[in-house]
């Protein structure tokens, strides 16, 4: 078994937005909707603010609510490495899997399913690194399986601090950032 | 000062997530009526009531089809990929709370036929004449009868709970998800619903017994009400926010006055005077009340959108 | 009188030039990847990869470009590139936007109404070349050639540069130079005698420690640089940033010093007041290679960092430590030279004590600093030779600025056209750069334009300044053309190839067919001898020993490597008037300016005012992609950044929609307040490019606020001619 995540270095990313683009014309997102996007956090007080900048997608949860909740199993495990995805042609659109996400990680396709970050399986499935991974100009995100010891992943995040995004919903998140 | 930014500007997400629109709430409110009038017409088949002419589990049943199939609609209106709602039928999510429901709606259906065929309204009989034959011979069979009203009780029970189930599953929604959802939509189905028979009940003894006893259904909703809020508060940094969103939030108007002073608190004082025969009946307090249950699944909905976890 | 050698300057604006043209079986226009192949007819299935090289910004990092059954998809970098190493940035990656921009221009447009009046007639590609050459034509007869000015940014203009060459005009000029590196580039060349140029000879990656004053890597997002800084933040190299505002680098750096703005120069006089009373000083390698280390001693004694707290808003313990720390790293300590330097009008002289504080910390010529570049040299292709200008040109008469003009002088030509001396300038070709919102004080460009007889402007979107021009021509973007070969001093000298990845959606034409079909109507064709681009670019690659067709299919060629540090055999040479790093320079001297950078006050906001700072986000590029939907999608508008407390103070929060006014009445279009901790009280930020006011811009059109109309007033750099731009004071308008 694998299970595939990221872990993303926050000191070196710089909130470009690169990641987010690529994505857009890797997947043919259509315009006005992101699979990923930026978020800073600043706190504290000038000068001393503290500055966070985080590269949010799906967090291929290894408890998905959205896969648990969806009436059709359109949202489903991915048979490589736990990858969340949803069946275009499974889905219903009743939009409770949007609901039941804390990450606010899905959209509805203007073609009627719901869309989100596929872990670009696509690629992956051909050896290569997710879009978002590799078009990274800071070079700040990695991508791999945790199951496995060796992994440059799983090595990162023996050696560094890190933290996921709201492990207290319990969904169980597989991108990591580090600190 | 904490600032946070986001690129995100998904439709229907961001800035607050509104996936959910009116569809929702109305099918939620139609849900839980039926579920109430369910319940009520199948106690009145159990208490064997169909004696009386006109007994409401005569008509209920009829309303609650037409009621339940607009709410279905409703449901079906919210949907995004609306040419594959047949995938809902060829399979069973045992976790999904919606395939749940999709499957116990299949059931339902059969019993409110049922139900209907113990006396089946005259537009549809008189095309039918074979209708008449069949209701006769359900209504020789107490027993029939009996567990007709025993079905659409327990059926009834399930979908109201069901419509708060449903929410209370969605754990991302840190409002929804508490353990008395459930309860308070099934008791808000049934003061809905009693007082909508008290609308319209024929029998003098029906009004009479469902104006008590929606004064009960609306005590215990006050009472789910403050269990789920005291909940809310005591549970983590999320949920306490999420609590506020109603009390003293961007939602505590609607909520202090629709749902809890004009859809609850005034109408129960208007009934116990006329239980007590102080005053005389009125329209005026069903009618809050049924307004006042659609408000609370409007503001739950949308106030459960705007909780999320931090 | 200005005897420095200007070798490399010529080399700034990459290629120095000559290109050119002509023409044109349709074919060539554009050979892109085929949408209908031409052997079958059929669509074309499946993936073609195309290299090429972006052009988002004038970064120029090699791409490759995606084409799926026939339709443009994507953009990635080209892994073999030096310059962006297979990563490209937002931008570039974004660029696939710049192709689908449903504002883009479609065909030539004439005026119809008045200048800026936005009314037009379309008219073929003829009907314009007609209309250019009989007017240049006139004003050649009537007032001479060097009448004709041209502005041009970027690599495109080559073509047309040269056309207007052979026409007989060296009136050209870049906002690359007096509204951008100008001051830093002039202030290397005075301390050392040579340039930091673009791309940056800065050795970032290398560095142990990174001094950054102003330079917002990260969100000013030239691709090598923040490659190379992210680099260094992995290695945990410290970092030190000067800046008004918590920019994102300063996010990453041990020490952040919130400076006073304008203030630099008293800073930096003052660590090198701390770098030499504490000894920490580099002493072999200025005894070694710098002229007037006593002179300087004495001059900085006088800035104490007890002095510079005031002034400056440093701490003294601050300023210390951090002098301490780039001493404890050097020579690896890399004082970055910046890039935009077109500040407070003393520029130069800052850049100087940039310099000066290199040679201090021993960085030039060593790891981690300063160091040597090479370049892949291709010949120019042999052209007949133009003909000479009677005229001095126009834009920096009696060399008022004795190291202006080097590159053309933006300003200079602007105010000759106003004014009319030295001679009339009458008309202008504009290519590649938006003036209206790259000049500072705009009404100044309106009113120079009113003067021209002809003016035409060469763009790919209806750009502010499109909308004064007589005729607009729409040029294919750089996805969909042939253009100059880019090879720029680099510390891996290399050469790249743009060509044609898709074909243009309308009738737009390439640079190169616009140059060669005028220059026919204007009877110049013996300057354009070749048939087609392709020719002419497999001449210059087979005299470099490449050809065209191989670099069609690598994109790019790489060179040899040079000696980077002295250590590795760099010669320390330094073209100055005592062959030695000047830290005083005796040219300065000469000319009477002060041969050591003093400090002096610049004007600060009344109250109520703040002083408008501006920069990059890094998603866009100036005023040229905010109607590239794939970048619109993650930044939209811009948004004004105002201290928190200041925010409170004017009952201001995040969100809120106000205008800003400036210190002469200008009102801004409405822009978003961002109440942030992120920035002093004493100044607000804007990214520069948003505020769009040509109609035409449908994605753009009124969103966001433009700084370039609120910089009405600059300062000239008195060495160079530079505008220094951050002296503009706004305050709050709320009702918007
Ligand atoms: N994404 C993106 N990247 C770009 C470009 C682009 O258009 N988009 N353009 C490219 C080009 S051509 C250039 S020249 C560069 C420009 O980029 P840089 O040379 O890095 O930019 P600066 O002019 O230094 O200006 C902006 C920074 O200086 C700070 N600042 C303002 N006033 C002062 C002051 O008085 N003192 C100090 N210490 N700091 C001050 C501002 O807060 C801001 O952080 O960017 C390049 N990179
Ligand atoms: N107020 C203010 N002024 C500034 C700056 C600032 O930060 N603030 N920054 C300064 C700096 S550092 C610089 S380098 C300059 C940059 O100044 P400019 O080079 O003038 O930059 P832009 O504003 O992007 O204008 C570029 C124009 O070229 C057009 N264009 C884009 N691609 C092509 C093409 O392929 N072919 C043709 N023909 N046209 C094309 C665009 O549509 C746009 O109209 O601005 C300087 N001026
Ligand atoms: S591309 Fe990399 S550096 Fe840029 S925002 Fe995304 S993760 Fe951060
Ligand atoms: S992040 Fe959201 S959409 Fe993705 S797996 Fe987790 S719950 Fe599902
Ligand atoms: S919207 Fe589609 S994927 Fe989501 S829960 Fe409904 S059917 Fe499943
Ligand atoms: S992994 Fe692929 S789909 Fe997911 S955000 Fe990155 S580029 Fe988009
Ligand atoms: S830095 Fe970015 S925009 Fe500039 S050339 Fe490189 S990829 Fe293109
Ligand atoms: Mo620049």
Redesign the pocket.
Known sequence: MARFGMVIDTRKCVGCTDCVIACETENDVPNGFARDWIVQISNGKFPNAQVEILSERCNHCSDAPCVTTCPTGASHYHDIGGIVLVNHDECIGCKACIESCPYGARFVHPEGYVDKCTFCVHRVEEGLDPACVSVCPTHCMHFGDFDDPNSEVSKLLQSRKHHSLLPEAGTTPNIYYLT | MLEITTTRHNHLIDPILHAWNWEIPVYLFLGGLVAGMMIISGYFLFKERVKEDNCSCFYLPMISFVLLSLGMSALFLDLEHKLFVWRLYTTFQITSPMSWGAWILILVYPALIANILIRPPKFIANKIPKLAEVSQKLIEHKWAVKNIGVVNMLLGGMVGMYTGILLSSLGARPLWSTSVLWLLFLISGLSGAAAFVHLIAKNVYERELLAKSDNAFLIIELFVIAMMIIGLVTSSKSHMAAAHLLLNGPFASVFWIFVIALGIVIPLYIQLLAVNHKIKHTPIAPIMVIIGGLILRFVIVAAGQHSHWF | MNSLSRRRFLKISGASIAAASALTSMNSVVKGAQKVSEKTGKSVKGIQKIPTYC?MC?WKCSAIGYVRDGKLWKVEGNPIDPLSAGRLCPRGTGGVG?HYDPDRLKYPLLRKGKRGEEKWVQVTWDEAFEFIAKKMKNIKSQYGAESMGFFS??I??GFIKHLLKAYGTRNIAA??FD???GPRDTAFEITYGDVIGGPERTDIENAKCIVLLGSHLGENMHNTQVQEFSKAVENHASIIVVDPRLSTAATKAKFYLPIKPGTDLALLLTWMNVLISENLYDKDYIEKYAFGFEQLKAEVSQYTPEWAYPVTGIKPELIRETAREMARYKPSTLVHPG??S?WYGDDTQRGRALAIMSALLGNWGRKGGLINQDVFDVPSYPYPEYPKPKRENADNPNRKYPFGGAEGYTTGLREATLTGKPYPIKGWFV?????L????NMQETIDAMQKLDLLVV????P????GYADVVLP?S??LERYDELFAPYFKQPFVSLRQPVIAPPHDQKP?WWIAKKLGEKLGLQKYFPWKDVEEYLDTRLKMAGLSLKEMKEKGVALGEKPPLYFEEGWEPEFDTPTGKIELYSTHLDELGYDPIPKFTKHEEPQPGYFRLL???APMH?????QTNRLLTNVMDENEVWINADVAKRFELKSGDYIKLKNQDGIVSNRIKVKATERIRTDCVYIV??FGHNSRMLKGAYHKGA???RL?TKYKVDPLMGGTG?NINFVTFETEA
């Open positions: 052009s004038f710049a940014h970027g495109g203009g906002p690359s509204q951008c590196l890039r935009h077109v290519y590649g750069t938006n003036l919102y790259s000049l500072p060469i763009d790919v979107v750009s502010e300044i499109a040029e973007i750089y640079g501006f920069g990059r590029s100036f005023s040229r992609t520069h490019g433009s700084d370039s910089i731009m």
